[in-house]
């Protein structure tokens, strides 16, 4: 019998003391395993909302799927090739983009929604310097 594979078994198999997250006096080890977040272990709030969360990408399979079905795997390849090409189109890294080439593809130009009203980019808080942030996507920072 291999006694030192036995040994190192039974080494990784027992907890250490040192390494297991809960800190000596009953407290998480925030240096070694990392702040917790209390919004990551919530249930939604909503049965609904996973459902909403990802309506687009279930629209996107159910129209890519009833494509495939009627005219061949070309037509959902060719679709999803525009839907990609018209994502690569932005304006510079400081200035929003209206993603106005993909809501036509995905036909939603012609339809007013909550992010339509409420998501304006003229009133937004968040207005970075702008030599920095086209250094830092062209990689120069």
Known sequence: MNTRGLRSQLKDSVPVAGFCPQGSYGVQDSLRSGFTSVKNELLP???????????QLNQDKMNFSTLRNIQGLHAPLKLQME?????QIQ???FLQSSNLALDTLRGSDESIGFEDILNDPAQSEMMGEPHTMVEYKLGLL
Request: no cysteine; charged share 30%.
């Open 45 to 55: 709030s909503h049965p609904l909302e996973l459902s909403e969360k990802n309506f």
């Open 83 to 87: 839907y990609r090409a018209a994502r």
């Open 91 to 93: 304006r510079l890294p």
